[in-house]
């Protein structure tokens, strides 16, 4: 049977930064994983203005129990004013939904 989890996305301005969240995130068992990518180039506006930017997208697995928890801490910890945060909830494995689970806390 599969299980949910939930996968949030978001970006961070230096490779730096990811992984400060990425391990706070772990660490602190409000994450069970935290993948970071590669350097892309954000186009967007804010307040007004055009931007391009390098950024570090990061994609964090967890359970529902820890996500209002979760939010808090990456608003704590993130340098940007607005970051981005897309939460999608995702059909896992029941080992993989397990795990995670196991590796989380509210």
């Not at 931007?51 to 997208?57: D, F, H, L, N, R």
Request: proline share 5%; charged share 25%.
């Amino acid at each position: 049977m599969k299980k949910s989890i939930f996968k949030v996305e978001t970006t961070c301005p230096s490779i730096e930064m990811a992984e400060l969240i990425a391990n706070t995130l772990v660490f602190e068992k409000l994450a069970a994983c935290v993948q970071m990518g590669s350097e892309i180039r954000s186009v967007y506006t804010w307040k007004g203005k055009a931007y391009k930017e390098a950024e570090i997208p990061i994609t964090i697995k967890t359970s529902g129990k820890s996500l209002e928890r979760l939010r808090d801490r990456v608003s704590q910890l993130h340098s940007y004013e607005c970051p981005q945060w897309i939460i999608t909830e995702v059909s896992a494995s029941e080992p993989y939904a397990d795990w995670v689970e196991e590796n989380t806390v509210p």
